[in-house]
Every structure is written in structure tokens, then in C-alpha cells.
DNA sequence: TATTAAGCGAGACGGTACGTCATGTCTTTAG
DNA sequence: CTAAAGACATGACGTACCGTCTCGCTTAATA
């Protein structure tokens, strides 16, 4: 329906496919600072032109290629209680953050939003803030049912979980375990009514 | 005791101090994205070789400017109670991230430290592991005191606070402030026994 | 034959001309130990990779620039007469070494060729050798119809023709002139039977 | 005489010597262009500043040295004739030729003397034009006693001489034997009265 | 017997050029 | 019009040497 006929050849999904694998395939090879367009394009048999023709940076290209493979689409869990949701919430993202190819290139990414603004506006507003809002919904839902902490508010709430989540990617590296997610619920959602 | 007196010419003072400022000017005015190492050296009036000789990266210039430049050494509160350690070493934090040539600089160097792996190893050990140590030692009387908030580890804590802080520095770029503080202090330090 | 009709871009036949006008025009204003790799990409407005790419070293730019600029192929004169060949290859020769940015080249390319053993094999095989063959057909016919000097090898002819030419380009810098001329020719052409 | 005697250390001649030593060993285990002050000094335990202070470049350095080290002062010989004269000179001044060291020295200085118009300078007066007015002693005798070819005069036949050794050490690389040097005297001391 | 003046090894310094790498653009031929 | 190929101008990289300049230390001649 959008672009239905237009003149001239199609984009090439193999392209795409090959582009994309490459691309992750050389950030797990060699680490991202060794990730290059030329390297991408070589290593896909791909024309670089075709890689600039459809992404605007070597980030976004890994971004794409990341949210293709692996589905960063956590659902929104409605168990009935915030302590269960944010327990349920924790392990699915304790799951991804296991496989440390997605680790890495989730830090990569964060790395070069930092240095780049402009795709750090991108990876804000396609990822970052998407996942705030998936929790944000848990959140809300918990406010409603008053079972936030005393004197914390949603959005505090919220930079907690991810914070603890980020901060231990990048500065500690030890992605979050189960102790850690139970001592993170015990925090935010404590029993007392 | 190490290198008392080694024949040779000794070190240039006076190269270091012009090197650093040209590190932090170049990096605050057009950001870290377009910090050379060759503009170091032009704008500092240095050869290349200068700087490859003492700093093994430009990420380490730049540390290394920002520890000499602004002291980043948050003394360590003991106020008598947790919840003031925590208020008053927040509020110290929080004034240093309100320069915003700080904040970015800190931006900058977390970003390397994810792409420059042996960076990255003495941005830990030399920066990020000793402001650690620093809130380690506050938590650590809370915790003899028993203030810490029930089955929640003193690691836990120190992951919390400094995620928190970094994540708004990194994520949503609105580095924390007074409320956010305040929050902060409810949530680890509760005030009932 | 070679390469007909490859995908990309061509060459560029202006970058190649540009390139070799500024290193002709360098080496003659500064000389060619001032002459270098980067100051000719700067004079022709040229990426250095685009010399590289090329051509194997810059004293390779140099005889290319001279070779497409003057015109070294002295063509091979046939007067009837060894005296008359000689007589007529020294001149056009001392044409040639009286055009002082030629003589510097050519001294700048033998020296050159000394250093540099890479350039140097194929400076003999691309220049001097040539020359020499040149040289050789005169002799040759010479030695057909015994108008050598008695004793003498057609080999030692064209060393003595050449040295001579060489020495006082490198050692005496006086390139021959009409008087040295005649009296190569009264050596080695004697009119006697 | 000049400094008989002035206060302060003395120059060393062990330094020198060392100096020299290496010089020629870095020359022939790499060539010329590979030849550094920085690896002289090293090599032979010596500060850059030692070397700087007593040649005026690395050329020099290894004038010097070959000077040092191998006698180049071939004696003029008086055997009576121009014939033996030029005989002996050039078995001499082959059999120097023969130590491909002593070539190889040779070639660069010659080629530095092109490249370096300082060094030129000295390395013309101070060894080529020396060993011109040897031959030039030779040859003029002869022409004292008419035993010169005919029409050619006593700076040309110099001219030949030295052109034909230079042009087969820079040029074809074969250094002059006892065919060629055979040749030559056939060519410019002919028996005939 | 000091003092003073060079020479010395060491090595840091401001420079310049090297040859390589990657960038993002442009041009050519093929589909 | 897209694609692969590949040349292009640009600019930074990290390295190698250059020739100069301190350093702290000998080593002599002079006072």
C-alpha cells in the first residue's frame, strides 16, 4: 500500500538480510570499535553506497540488526500485583541480558549514543523510551493500587530499575541476576500492605 | 623512591598543564565526537609524540584532565546517620553534575570505556571502582547500624545509587536534582525503624 | 585486452595530471629532497591514498612526470656513419641535459635508485636500460661494419658514452656540451680505417 | 696549533671510534636508507647529541667512516708510460671496487651528495675532485710526453676514466674487472706511436 | 685544591612526513 | 532506480626520525 509501484529495481532484502548478519557477526568478532562500514559491506559483498542508501550511521545499521534478531519486545506483564509484574519484568530482561551478544551490543549502542547525538536522539527515542513506557504501564498500574514505596514517585521508579539494570551492563559488568532482581523487588515492592 | 634521578631531561610541567587545558576546551567546545589527538597537539603547541609518550589513549588525556581540572574526590560524609550520609553525598554529586562540562565529559569516557575494552579496564579501576569504595564505606556503617532497608544487600544499595545517577546522565540527560535526591533518600533510607 | 569495461569508477585522468604537474613543479622549486608525498597531494588537490594507489613510491611520480613531460625517447639515429650517429646522439642528448629541471631530476632519480633498491630495479629496467638499448643498435651497426676502435667491446662503448654523460651530470655537474661532444666522438669514432 | 689546549673533557675517541663502527655495520646490514642518527647512537651507546656535534649529517658520518676504514688515498703510480700508469690505477681502483662494502658506501654517498647540496658540496671537494687530480697527475704526464688519443684532450679523458667506474657502480652494478679495464686502456693509452 | 668549561649518555621536546585506514561521496557498468 | 565495484578528497591515526634542548655526570685545564 505505501510504496505499491515505483519505477526501477526493488531493494534487496538479501542485501538487507546479509548486511545485517555481517554486521553482527563483526561487532561479536572483533568488538564494536572495530566495526566498520567498509568491514560490513565487505564481509556482505555488499556495496557500501547501499548501506548509506538505508541506514544513517554503522549504529543504526547495528540497532537494526539487533532488534531483528533478537526480539527486545519484553510484553507488558499484568499479573495483579506490582511486586509480581516487576518480578516477571525483571527476569525477562535478566534472560537477555544473559546472552552476552546482546550485552555487548546493548553497551555498544548506549557508548555511541553518548558520542554521536544524533543517533543518540534516535536510540532514545526508538528504544530507551519505549522500554521507560513498558514499564511505565507496570508502573502506573502499581500507583493506582498505591503499592509504589512511600514518598518515591513513578518516574524515580523507574530511573531505579533501569538504572541498576544499565549500571550494572556498563560500569560493573555483571548483567543482573535472579539475588539481584529479588533484593530490586524487595526494595520497590515490599510486602507490607 | 621509584625514579629518584634519571639522566635524561625530565618532564615537561609546563607541556602537561597545555596539553590538558586543550583536552578540556576542545572536548567542551565541540565535543567528544571531534577530540583528536592531532588537535591536542596543535592547539596545545606539543608534538603528537608528546602525548603518545605519557597517555596511552585520548580518553586518558581526557580523564586525566577532568580528575587534575575538577576534584572529583566527594569526600566522604559521617554525619552520624545513613540517611544525612546519603542526603549530603548526593547533594555533593548532584552540584558536580550541574556543570555540564563535567556531565559530558563523564558521558564521553563511560561511552569509551564500552568501546575501548583496556580503557575501559582502567576507567573502572582508576575512576568508577573508587567512587564505589567511597559509598561503600557509608553503606557499610549503615549497615552495621542496621539502617539499610530489609533484604537489601550493601551492594545493592551502591548499584542503586550510582545506576540511578548514571542512568539519568546517560539516558534521559537530566542529571539528577534535589527532588530526585530526595526520593532517593525515602527509598534506601526510611526513616521508620 | 586488460580491462576493458570493469564496474566502478575510472581513473582519474585530471588527479593524474594534476599529480604529476605539482611534483615536477615541486622537486624544481624546492628541490627533491624537499619533494614528498604530502606536499604534492596538497599542491594537485589530491588525497595521498590517490598517489599511493598509483604509483609505488614518490621518486616512481617523478620519472612518470618526467617521462610524460619531456620527451626521453631520444629516437634512435641511422646517418650511415658511426661518427655520424654518435655525433648526432650527443647532441640531441645535450639538448635534453641543458634543461636544468631535467638534468636535477635525472640526477634526483639516480640517486634515488641508489637508496631506494626497490625504485632502483626499476629505474634501471624502465629508463637506463632502455637508453642503453637505444645506444646499442648505433654500436651495433658500428661493430658490423668495424668502425669500433680497435680493442674495444661495444659493451665498453656504451659504458664510456653513458658514464662520461652521468659523471659530469652527478660529479662535475657540467653537463656535456658541444666541445665534450666532439671530442667523445674523436675517442670512440676515430675517422682512421 | 688551533686548540691546543682548552679546559674540559676531551672528545672521546672510544666514542668516536664506536660511532664509526656502527655506522658502517648499520650501512651494510640494511643499506643507506635505513640509516638513522637515532640507530647509530644506539647501536654504538652514544648520546644523539655526540654525533651531532661532530659531523654535520649522517652522510658525513659514513665519509668518515669509509675514510676511517678503508685506505681510498690510491698512490699515484710513475711507471714510465700513461699505458702502465692507467693499468695500475685501475687494477688498483678495481680491486676497491671488488669489497662490495666499499661499493656500496660508495653508491650512497655518491647518492646523498645529490639529494643533500650541503653534503654535495663536500663530498665533491673533499673526495671526487681528490681523486681527480690523482688521475689528473697521470694524465697530464702523458700529455707532456703525447701519449694521449688524438683530439681529446687530458679533463676529458679524466672524464672518461672516472664516468665509466661511476656509471657501472650506480648504473649496471657490475664494478669495473680486468676485461674492462683492459678495454679502457686500449681505448685511451693505444699502443700505436 | 677549587673552579670552570667542555664532552658525554640519556632522554624529553616541537616538528614533519610517513604509509594506512575509514569516512562519506561520486562515477561506472550491470540488472 | 538499485546494486556491486571501486576511485575519489578528506582527515586522523600511530610511528619513525629529525635536530634541539635539558639533565646529571665525568674529565681536564686553569686559577
Same mark, same amino acid.
Given at each position: 500500500?505505501?510504496?505499491?509501484?515505483?519505477?526501477?529495481?526493488?531493494?534487496?532484502?538479501?542485501? $538487507?538480510?546479509?548486511?545485517?548478519?555481517?554486521?553482527?557477526?563483526?561487532?561479536?568478532?572483533?568488538?564494536?570499535?572495530?566495526?566498520?562500514?567498509?568491514?560490513?559491506?565487505?564481509?556482505?559483498?555488499?556495496?557500501?553506497?547501499?548501506?548509506?542508501?538505508?541506514?544513517?550511521?554503522?549504529?543504526?545499521?547495528?540497532? %537494526?540488526?539487533?532488534?531483528?534478531?533478537?526480539?527486545?519486545?519484553?510484553?507488558?506483564? %499484568?499479573?495483579?500485583?506490582?511486586?509480581? %509484574?516487576?518480578?516477571?519484568?525483571?527476569?525477562? #530482561?535478566?534472560?537477555?541480558?544473559?546472552?552476552?551478544?546482546?550485552? %555487548?551490543?546493548?553497551?555498544?549502542?548506549?557508548?555511541?549514543?553518548?558520542?554521536?547525538?544524533? /543517533?543518540?536522539?534516535?536510540?532514545?527515542?526508538?528504544?530507551?523510551?519505549?522500554?521507560?513506557?513498558?514499564?511505565?504501564?507496570?508502573?502506573?498500574?502499581?500507583?493506582? $493500587?498505591?503499592?509504589?514505596?512511600?514518598?518515591?514517585?513513578?518516574? #524515580?521508579?523507574?530511573?531505579?530499575? /533501569?538504572?541498576?539494570?544499565?549500571?550494572?551492563?556498563?560500569?560493573? $559488568?555483571?548483567?543482573?541476576?535472579?539475588?539481584?532482581?529479588?533484593?530490586?523487588?524487595?526494595?520497590?515492592?515490599?510486602?507490607?500492605?
Amino acid at each position: 500500500m505505501t510504496d505499491q509501484s515505483r519505477p526501477g529495481r526493488k531493494r534487496s532484502e538479501q542485501s $538487507r538480510q546479509a548486511i545485517l548478519v555481517a554486521t553482527l557477526e563483526l561487532a561479536a568478532e572483533a568488538g564494536y570499535g572495530a566495526l566498520t562500514v567498509e568491514g560490513i559491506a565487505a564481509r556482505s559483498g555488499v556495496g557500501k553506497q547501499t548501506i548509506y542508501r538505508w541506514w544513517p550511521s554503522k549504529a543504526d545499521v547495528l540497532l %537494526d540488526a539487533l532488534a531483528t534478531k533478537a526480539d527486545l519486545q519484553v510484553p507488558i506483564p %499484568d499479573e495483579g500485583s506490582f511486586r509480581a %509484574d516487576l518480578a516477571l519484568f525483571l527476569d525477562r #530482561t535478566y534472560a537477555l541480558g544473559t546472552k552476552s551478544q546482546v550485552a %555487548d551490543t546493548l553497551r555498544a549502542l548506549m557508548a555511541q549514543a553518548q558520542i554521536d547525538p544524533e /543517533f543518540g536522539k534516535r536510540f532514545r527515542e526508538d528504544f530507551l523510551f519505549r522500554r521507560r513506557d513498558a514499564l511505565g504501564e507496570i508502573v502506573e498500574r502499581a500507583r493506582e $493500587r498505591a503499592e509504589l514505596p512511600a514518598g518515591v514517585g513513578p518516574g #524515580t521508579v523507574i530511573d531505579v530499575v /533501569f538504572g541498576t539494570l544499565w549500571y550494572r551492563l556498563l560500569a560493573t $559488568r555483571e548483567p543482573i541476576g535472579p539475588e539481584m532482581a529479588g533484593e530490586l523487588v524487595a526494595l520497590l515492592a515490599p510486602t507490607s500492605g
